[in-house]
């Protein structure tokens, strides 16, 4: 027969609580790098063939195509990476919850809490969650694409 395991000392516990808090920060950081990386090369990308407009009109048929495509699918991208942070984060934070249980104060158990009832009544029914809001960047990027494309191809 074998022993059951020793419970983990507080003091054990604190550590690893503070271990999951730095991770789910440094994925919060990496997401924002991320954001900015991508915000900056979408930018320069629809500038880029904005002010080449008169010329992409007077290429082949399939060079604006091309460009709108590039640009859709760097697009794609940034969503996609943009959910799997927030996938990555939500089960960073149910870590993070189920190590508070064994701590005295639950302080990001409480504040998301007090998140799900949001100040502006009537107005939304909770918080937004930056995720939410963030992952709509990459779609106005796309209809920018598809809008430059359209102008390209009917002049």
Do not use: C
């Not at 507080?10 to 954001?35: F, I, P, Q, W």
């Not at 760097?74 to 969503?79: F, G, I, K, N, R």
């Not at 942070?85 to 919850?97: E, H, P, Q, S, V």
């Amino acid at each position: 027969m074998t022993n059951p395991p020793e419970p983990i000392e507080r003091a054990e516990v604190l550590e690893l609580y503070k271990l999951a808090v730095e991770m789910a920060d440094r994925v919060s950081a990496r997401r924002g790098t991320a954001n900015a990386f991508f915000l900056s090369v979408q930018t320069t990308f629809v500038a880029l063939v904005g002010f080449g407009f008169p010329e992409l009109a007077k290429s082949p048929w399939w060079a604006p195509v091309a460009v709108a495509l590039a640009g859709v699918t760097l697009s794609a991208t940034w969503w996609l990476q943009l959910r799997s942070y927030r996938d990555l984060n939500t089960a960073k934070f149910k870590g993070i919850n189920k190590i508070e249980e064994r701590l005295p104060v639950k302080i990001f158990a409480d504040e998301w809490e007090e998140l799900k009832t949001d100040p502006i009544t009537g107005w939304r029914k909770r918080y937004a969650e930056l995720g939410d809001s963030e992952r709509v960047v990459p779609l106005v990027f796309v209809a920018a694409h598809v809008l430059l494309l359209v102008g390209t191809l009917t002049v």
